[in-house]
């Protein structure tokens, strides 16, 4: 089987762009850098599931027992 990979020029341009921007570090930075973005993906990923796990919790309180949701007034 054989894959073909057709590229723009602009596409390909782009790459050079994003690439040229990290030919100055060591490997050292490089590596850091990489670190810190795995950290960030996985802060976004834990941010992700807390907002599953919330979504998921408030529409089993609608479904169950919607009137845990009601906003009492304070009477003055």
Known sequence: MRVVL??????????LDRSAQYQHLTNME?????LQQEMD???QQAVRDLEDYIDNLLL????QTP????????HK
């Open 6 to 15: 057709i590229f723009s020029s602009s596409t390909i341009g782009s790459k």
């Open 30 to 34: 490089l590596i850091s850098l990489l």
């Open 41 to 43: 993906m996985q802060k």
């Open 60 to 63: 089993r309180i609608m479904e």
């Open 67 to 74: 009137t845990l949701l009601q906003v009492r007034t304070r």
